[in-house]
């Protein structure tokens, strides 16, 4: 569906989210990104992209005012809703407290351990959650990307996620080969993404200036380099994308203080044209050239470079 989706009107959701806030004595708050959904229209993509089921625990991320979050509660075995704003979360565990399956917790994702999260809030064994739990949330868009690669880097990985985000977020994490950039290559790199639906300014309270999109991540659970290599493989697109305008060998020299007939050397020996550009290279061939970097005469160790 890429057909922009607009809120249904000015009815009830609107009134509601209001009526709510003016009993809390708040406005939406800036700095925390706090637009609200108030599309029921919208809110039916999420779930149907998300497919919640009573197996499932569920993480949402900012319920706000919890129009998503009832939705959830509705299909989901487990919703645990992680909420930033103090007065929010009070709120919303008193409006949902009839809701046995949902958990409001306050607190900030970024500052979390994923792992002992779960494990705390689930009583569940480590084996029992990798690749066993989802994450929906309309995502504040200031911090949107770092939410998705927590999760996506954590011990234990979700097996699906379906978020909001900014809709020129969303065309970078899907972007082809030619207009790649170090986004689309670190969501790639972890698995399958789409963009389920566009989604307009309207159907937030209050409304944005940009327009959003729904996005449905599928981790996979097989990494195509080693865990212990990851941090150094980031560390190579990195460089690769530091002067995105220039050959790819003369970025690769720069970034990685090696000359460039060695950045040139390690391209062709990997396949690839050393007058391309970074945006041009899919994951595939980012592995590729990871794999004849980490044979090489260079280390790279938490995205720096030194010689060996």
């Given at each position: 569906?890429d057909k922009d989706k607009g809120a249904a009107g000015?009815?009830?959701?609107?009134?509601?989210?209001?009526?709510?806030?003016?009993?809390?004595?708040?406005?939406?708050?800036?700095?925390?990104?706090?637009?609200?959904?108030?599309?029921?229209?919208?809110?039916?993509?999420?779930?149907?992209?998300?497919?919640?089921?009573?197996?499932?625990?569920?993480?949402?991320?900012?319920?706000?005012?919890?129009?998503?979050?009832?939705?959830?509660?509705?299909?989901?075995?487990?919703?645990?809703?992680?909420?930033?704003?103090?007065?929010?979360?009070?709120?919303?565990?008193?409006?949902?407290?009839?809701?046995?399956?949902?958990?409001?917790?306050?607190?900030?994702?970024?500052?979390?351990?994923?792992?002992?999260?779960?494990?705390?809030?689930?009583?569940?064994?480590?084996?029992?959650?990798?690749?066993q739990y989802k994450v929906v949330a309309n995502l504040?868009?200031?911090?949107?990307?770092?939410?998705?690669?927590?999760?996506?880097?954590?011990?234990?990985?979700?097996?699906?996620?379906?978020?909001?985000?900014?809709?020129?977020?969303?065309?970078?994490?899907?972007?082809?080969?030619?207009?790649?950039?170090?986004?689309?290559?670190?969501?790639?790199?972890?698995?399958?993404?789409?963009?389920?639906?566009?989604?307009?300014?309207?159907?937030?309270?209050?409304?944005?200036?940009?327009?959003?999109?729904?996005?449905?991540?599928?981790?996979?659970?097989?990494?195509?380099?080693?865990?212990?290599?990851?941090?150094?493989?980031?560390?190579?697109?990195?460089?690769?994308?530091?002067?995105?305008?220039?050959?790819?060998?003369?970025?690769?020299?720069?970034?990685?203080?090696?000359?460039?007939?060695?950045?040139?050397?390690?391209?062709?020996?990997?396949?690839?044209?050393?007058?391309?550009?970074?945006?041009?290279?899919?994951?595939?061939?980012?592995?590729?050239?990871?794999?004849?970097?980490?044979?090489?005469?260079?280390?790279?160790?938490?995205?720096?470079?030194?010689?060996?």
């Open positions: 569906m000015t009815g009830s959701p609107l009134s509601r989210a209001r009526n709510i806030l003016s009993q809390l004595g708040q406005r939406p708050k800036k700095g925390l990104g706090q637009h609200f959904l108030i599309d029921s229209g919208v809110l039916r993509h999420i779930i149907k992209a998300a497919e919640p089921s009573l197996s499932d625990t569920v993480i949402e991320v900012g319920p706000g005012l919890g129009i998503l979050t009832k939705e959830l509660a509705n299909h989901a075995g487990r919703v645990l809703a992680i909420e930033v704003d103090e007065a929010l979360a009070a709120s919303l565990q008193q409006e949902l407290a009839s809701f046995p399956r949902v958990q409001i917790i306050p607190g900030d994702i970024l500052n979390l351990d994923i792992a002992q999260f779960l494990l705390s809030r689930t009583g569940l064994p480590a084996e029992s959650l990798a690749f504040p868009y200031n911090i949107a990307s770092a939410i998705i690669r927590r999760f996506l880097e954590a011990d234990l990985k979700p097996k699906l996620m379906v978020v909001m985000v900014q809709k020129e977020v969303a065309r970078s994490m899907v972007a082809k080969p030619g207009q790649m950039s170090v986004l689309s290559v670190s969501v790639q790199f972890y698995g399958k993404v789409r963009i389920v639906a566009r989604v307009h300014p309207r159907s937030f309270y209050p409304p944005p200036k940009i327009h959003s999109a729904i996005i449905r991540i599928e981790p996979s659970q097989t990494m195509p380099i080693p865990l212990s290599e990851i941090t150094g493989f980031f560390g190579l697109v990195k460089a690769g994308f530091s002067s995105p305008r220039k050959q790819i060998h003369n970025s690769l020299a720069q970034g990685l203080a090696i000359s460039t007939e060695e950045a040139v050397i390690y391209l062709k020996e990997a396949g690839l044209d050393p007058q391309r550009r970074a945006q041009t290279l899919s994951v595939v061939e980012w592995v590729k050239l990871w794999t004849r970097f980490s044979r090489g005469d260079v280390e790279l160790a938490q995205g720096t470079i030194t010689q060996r």
